[in-house]
């Protein structure tokens, strides 16, 4: 059975590009366009591995993970943020927030493919 992704960015740039690295292999994904939606999406059918973008309008992937970190079945799920905020400040509250680990953008494929297949056991 095929792994589920959840892809969250507010821009459809950065989900394509993200698309694209996973496109070869045979997971299943999903995208949101925010915090909230990404709530959402998790809710009803909850992703093996999240790709999660930290500045996005309303609710920032910072709160978008503590928030999926206290739903039981998300404790465990491997949370990565992807984002073009690589300064100190923001990689810490990223590990604080609950990720499990931090991308700077522009996203490297190989590596994105390489991480996202470690943290998914293949």
Not at 17 to 35: D, F, H, I, N, R
Not at 62 to 77: D, K, Q, S
């Amino acid at each position: 059975m095929a792994k589920k992704i959840l892809i969250v960015d507010d821009s459809g740039t950065s989900l394509l590009m993200a698309k694209m690295a996973l496109a070869q292999e045979p997971y299943e994904l999903a995208t949101a366009k925010s915090g909230s939606e990404a709530l959402v999406v998790a809710s009803s059918a909850p992703p093996d591995l999240v790709l999660l973008d930290v500045v996005m309008p309303g609710m920032d992937g910072f709160e978008a993970c503590r928030r999926l970190r206290e739903r039981p079945e998300m404790e465990a799920t491997p949370i990565l943020m992807v984002t073009t905020r690589g300064e100190e400040a923001y990689i810490e509250e990223g590990y604080q927030s609950g990720c499990t680990d931090y991308i700077c953008k522009p996203i490297n494929p190989l590596e994105l493919l390489a991480k996202v297949k470690s943290y998914l056991a293949e």
